[in-house]
């Protein structure tokens, strides 16, 4: 199994920064990416970004150009860098690892609260 352990969220203005760090332990052989996931209240979970362990990166739209993930395999580590944040980047946001077998993000750390002030 692999535990996700997440640190980082808090609050900031917006236009400002932030970063998320995610580190994985236990099984980590069993996960070929890590990514970020958050959730906005009253919406459902929506994917971030992840990088794979060959460092392939996707972001959803309304973030491409704004963050930034990075990943160090060697430490089973992420980061998301958030840079010029708007309110609506507000939410919950969590760490997630995705299965090397299934193909499937299922494992989830606790999660972590930004918020953008204005």
């Known amino acids: 199994q692999v535990q996700l352990v997440e640190s980082g969220g808090g609050r900031v203005q917006a236009g400002g920064s932030l970063t998320l760090s995610c580190a994985a332990s236990g099984n980590i052989i069993e996960i070929n990416a890590m990514g970020w996931y958050r959730q906005a209240p009253g919406q459902q979970r929506e994917l971030v970004a992840y990088i794979t362990s060959t460092n392939i990166t996707k972001y959803t739209n309304s973030v491409r150009g704004r963050f930034t993930i990075s990943g160090d395999n060697t430490k089973a580590t992420v980061s998301l860098q958030m840079n010029s944040v708007k309110r609506e980047d507000t939410a919950i946001y969590f760490c997630?690892?995705?299965?090397?077998?299934?193909?499937?993000?299922?494992?989830w750390g606790q999660g972590t609260q930004v918020t953008v002030s204005s």
């Open positions: 997630a690892a995705r299965d090397r077998m299934t193909g499937v993000f299922e494992t």
